[in-house]
């Protein structure tokens, strides 16, 4: 039976394997009847304008299908095992096939697509078929919002109030079991995110090739774009960032368009995506217009080393069965160790530490997981053992089990502030609660040192931290503007493999040094 | 009291005009008093993601401010000729300063816009002042929603749902008027046109000099992106069009990814923005590998030369006083005319244009404005004359009266989808009601000829029309895909002036050539 319905789906080595996705939801869901309902991304226009705004495919829908048409939904019967991909409408009309085409038929959708079933939405809920069909049909007949949905039918429910109130109980239960399938990548999402970091480095490499006779943010990033685009991967993971001088401690720069000036660096932070998966790589270029491709002060060279040594040491850290918030810990000691040797910093390196110094320099978490999101999904925590724990006291107690010496110290770990890393950090892969790395979890590491004037100005100004800093040796630090080296890491059974192939420290050097002596 | 207020409000020749602009609008509105209101666009994340999705400023509110920074707002007083900015609050908090840095402060808006005053607004509603202002200001403290927002507002009333409800009413009102200056445009907008085209021309020429090394869609579009982002235009007025071989014929392509194949032309419709206004401009490339420059068929040759023809003829009649619907009728006479000589078509020319014939192969209308939206507003048409006169019969008319000789013929004219230009097109610029040409509007001429499967099929099995062609003649010209060219066209006081300087014709294939002698 399961043999006759892969023949039927057509699924294959060469189709995003939807069905198997759509098995593993239903799995983490516990369930064996009902049928799981998403729909796709609309197309939309700009509002007040004839023209289409940039279109989004939803990315559960995706993970169900692997399809990235517009207007589309999908239908999961658990009880049936079947997979149904809802097409627009057969009569498109003669202005959407003139202006734009059509999407997929029926017979292609099948061809192209790892499902059981296509068919097309009808205009008229009326013209649906009658029995279980018709509710979930019917959710394709209604004029859907721009919003992406995500539902749970009963199957054989009849009643389309009842279908809308489970529905809308339902998602946050959806949401949590599917987080934990996207987590844990398979060989056909490794495989496109290998692909997107390989199209990724030849593009940070084509802006290595013309550092040499660039004078401004623009030209670094149409030398990266070009790539991408000639080489098909137009959709970006992301905005990219080319932020030189100042700009380079402007975390999520994208306005691309500064000259160089009196700039030091310039900090690229830009990944294509190859099938919606995305890569996200960050590499720090010298500006050196006389001498191309060394650093242009022993300042940008000292922090770039420093951020490289960071790296370096957590991407070692990168196992599984490890907690991902050791590494974090771990990059801000050697950050603090690393700034008390240049002097930037004074003082003993555990109260500097303790009093969240670094997160000054630092102050963005050491990473996050990749998938079809580039903050992909994280899994949810598991319950803590001890409800009446607060979040502060669990952080601290694994903080000491992480560095058992450090246990009288950590006793002052009495903000979370201290070791902030964004909005939601505590359901995030840098949380202390968060789930251990996993083989094919896919995640970031990149650290980063900014002098960023509004960090600064904070730390300066209060106390508890300002006595750790020498102004006068920072001053000198400040035109470095920033530094920040980005990679992505697949997590293995027996350890990690680095998917990121974008050159970087004396690689990429050589790369710029070279080009430069061609012209 | 006029020369006062200019100074304050530093308005100059390096400035946005907003300041004309609002008073412009003040007058075609015909008032004295009130509050005009606008909101600009806010930013947002795409649905179920932490990313920033792409922004797009309001046109509305960018045309009272020049002003592209989100979630900002604009009040004009009309009793007091003060234009006020509404900046997003003071204190942004750490998290947009650390990641995203913040907008113009108060102080540097005054700087940059041609405003009178400039406010933060405030993030709770009972901090905004008494008065009158507080109605204004009201507005802008509750949360906006992402759809922008026009209104007019009564001075000095207080009860917030009497304002609410006067905005409601107005909004069509404040459109119309808004469109009729809109349409005209300033010394300030016809220069930022001229730069748009002038970096568009170059990414053109940049995808002409790369022709003979290119293999497929995205490498044309790479080129292109390149140029307009190292020329700090990334932003583009629509999404470019790089289509070849059957894709040509797709108005609106965009996918970009196909291999030339046997294709043999490419129709390359891109244009950047500037400052938030368009070019709009399109060149079809000959594929030929072998002889790089040279259209690869004497058919595609054949078809490149009778649009060029179109262009060239429509072009001239772009003066102020004429009726724009009557180069759009021109265009398909010369189509007609061609394809009678090419032997695709067969029988009287007169019979083939009322049957609508021509519309198969040019599917669109001639053109647009072009401005703030790259398929900009056009002015409503003045009331009909007899408002019992159908717009068939007017249209009729006006055809009769531009081509008497015609009017038998014209008599057959009985169905507007003959003419069909798209959804709206009555009150587009090539309506038959639509105003005459004026000094100072941009339009776009666009013909093109299109050898579409959907249309050739609706066309061969429609009788009335299938009897004018020669289906053997007809099969050998599929191949060449489709052809378009368009140029954005100022309308001067004695004539008219192309903006767009990028090559065509002969000047383009030379480009080629020479690059591919090159190498």
Chains 1, 2 share one sequence.
């Not at 079933?117 to 809920?125: F, L, M, N, S």
């Not at 008390?340 to 910093?345: A, E, F, R, T």
């Not at 630090?477 to 192939?501: A, C, Q, S």
């Amino acid at each position: 039976m399961d043999l006759t319905i892969r023949l039927k789906s057509k699924g294959g080595v060469d189709k995003y394997p939807a069905k198997s996705h759509a098995r593993r939801f239903r799995e983490k869901l516990g369930i064996n009847s009902g049928i799981i309902v998403a729909a796709g991304t609309k197309n939309l226009n700009w509002p007040n304008s004839d023209m289409p705004a940039p279109f989004r495919q939803d990315r559960p829908f995706y993970y169900l299908t692997g399809c990235n048409e517009p207007d589309c939904g999908v239908s999961y019967d658990v009880d049936k095992d079947k997979l149904t991909l809802w097409l627009p409408p057969v009569d498109l009309g003669w202005h959407q096939l003139v202006y734009y085409g059509r999407g997929s038929t029926v017979e292609e959708a099948l061809e192209k697509y790892d499902i059981d079933e296509a068919q097309y939405i009808k205009k008229d809920p009326s013209e649906a078929d009658s029995g279980a069909e018709v509710s979930v049909h019917s959710v394709y007949c209604k004029p859907v919002s721009g919003r992406p949905r995500l539902g749970l039918f009963k199957l054989n429910a009849e009643d389309e109030a009842i279908l809308s109130q489970q529905n809308a109980s339902k998602p946050d239960l959806l949401r949590r079991a599917l987080n934990a399938c996207r987590v844990i990548k398979d060989e056909y999402e490794i495989n496109l995110i290998r692909r997107a970091n390989d199209i990724t480095a030849e593009a940070h490499t084509a802006a290595f090739k013309g550092m040499h006779s660039f004078g401004n943010e623009a030209e670094v990033e149409a030398a990266f774009m070009k790539t991408c685009i000639a080489r098909k991967a137009k959709a970006q993971a992301y905005d990219p960032i080319a932020g030189s001088g100042p700009n380079a401690a402007v975390l999520h720069y994208s306005e691309n368009v500064a000259e160089f000036g009196k700039g030091q660096t310039v900090v690229l932070d830009a990944g294509c995506e190859v099938e919606l998966y995305a890569s996200d790589v960050t590499r720090t270029i010298p500006i050196n217009k006389h001498k191309p491709g060394h650093w242009p002060s022993k300042e940008a060279e000292q922090i770039y080393k420093l951020v490289e040594k960071v790296q370096e040491s957590c991407i070692k850290k990168m196992l599984p069965g490890n907690k991902y918030i050791e590494a974090n810990w771990l990059a801000h000691h050697i950050v603090v160790e690393g700034l008390l040797n240049l002097g930037i910093l004074k003082g003993d390196a555990n109260k500097i530490f303790h009093a969240g110094v670094s997160t000054a320099f630092l102050p963005h978490g050491l990473g996050h997981h990749v998938g079809l999101d580039v903050h992909d999904v994280s899994p949810d925590p598991p319950p803590p053992a001890q409800a009446t724990t607060s979040e502060v006291d669990r952080l601290r107690e694994a903080y000491i089990r992480w560095k058992p010496e450090a246990g009288s110290w950590a006793s002052e770990l009495s903000s979370l502030e201290n070791f902030a890393i964004g909005p939601g950090w505590h359901t995030s892969l840098s949380g202390a609660d968060a789930p251990v790395l996993e083989p094919d979890m896919i995640v970031t590491v990149e650290p980063g040192i900014y002098f960023n004037p509004v960090l600064l100005r904070e730390l300066l100004k209060d106390p508890k931290r300002s006595q750790f800093v020498d102004e006068e040796v920072l001053k000198r630090y400040i035109p470095v503007g920033g530094v920040r080296i980005e990679d992505d890491i697949l997590i293995t059974k027996k350890g990690y493999e680095n998917l990121t192939t974008a050159p970087k420290g004396e690689e990429m050097l050589n790369i710029i040094r070279e080009s430069a002596r061609k012209g």
